[in-house]
């Protein structure tokens, strides 16, 4: 190759790798902006860790609703129990958790449409007397802290009789350990935690059914509208669907 032509390939290479680069830093960096979700990584199979990473349902819708967005999502790890606060305070855009809509709540916050239903099921060890929801009263019963479960367990069976734990996992242990009796907590988990741990049963009744939705600071209308669009279009495309059949296989 001629030395001119050597410099003219070296130009041109020089020219369009920095092209690239602004290109890169103008389009993708510079305006996309951080959607921030606050969630509890111990609620397979809708949040859980593998490794260091939080993968499930709700990590996946969330995931594609920022996509849809143009934005970049951060998940933020805490306690169920923190989430609404979190919120509330705008340290985070939403909260995603398996969360039900509750009336408590919605004085706190707004809720998106529902993505998905929720059922409060009760885990005993296998043989147990306690066949029906009938059967706790007067029963050590283990939830998580804060959730409908726990809300529930209290209102119907009393304080006294309900010890509530950071995670689900945790309860689950207290009931293998014989700490509680049963073990309040939403059918999806249940059966996760169920099928890791031998020797225990999720009863056919269920306790209490309910819908999941996102939570949102209230009054931050242009989020809400902005995740309901998102939410609808990912519907209708079979986006959401295709999730939780990832996650949730048909009996
Ligand atoms: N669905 C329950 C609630 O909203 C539990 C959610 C959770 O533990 N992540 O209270």
Redesign the pocket.
């Known amino acids: 190759m001629k030395k001119i032509a050597k410099i003219l390939a070296l130009v041109l290479v020089l020219a369009m790798s920095m092209s690239f680069f602004a290109g890169c830093s103008k389009d993708e960096k510079a305006e996309e902006k951080t959607l921030k979700m606050a969630t509890?990584a111990a609620?397979p199979p809708y949040e859980y860790k593998e490794g260091e990473k939080i993968v499930g349902i709700d990590a996946e819708i969330a995931e594609a609703i920022a996509k849809e967005l143009g934005m970049k999502l951060e998940i933020v790890d805490m306690e169920?129990d923190s989430i609404i606060t979190a919120v509330d305070k705008g340290e985070v855009d939403f909260g995603m958790?398996?969360?039900?809509v509750t009336d408590e709540r919605k004085e706190q916050v707004d809720f998106s449409d529902s993505y998905a239903t929720?059922v409060q099921s009760i885990i005993v060890k296998e043989g147990s007397d306690i066949k029906t929801v009938d059967d706790l009263e007067g029963k050590k019963i283990g939830v998580?802290l804060g959730?409908?479960?726990d809300i529930y367990a209290t209102d119907d069976y009393g304080a006294e009789n309900v010890t509530q734990y950071g995670k689900?996992a945790d309860a689950v242990i207290a009931l293998k350990g014989g700490d509680v009796d049963a073990v309040i907590i939403?059918n999806e988990p249940a059966k996760a935690f169920v099928e890791e741990n031998e020797g225990l049963a999720i009863l056919d009744t269920e306790y209490a059914v309910?819908d999941?939705a996102i939570a949102i600071k209230k009054g931050n209308t242009k989020l809400l509208d902005d995740v309901n669009a998102a939410l609808s279009k990912l519907t209708e495309d079979g986006t959401i669907d295709k999730i939780i059949a990832k996650y949730i296989k048909a009996e």
């Open positions: 509890n609620f169920f958790a398996g969360m039900t929720g998580q959730t409908t479960g689900g939403d309910e999941y």
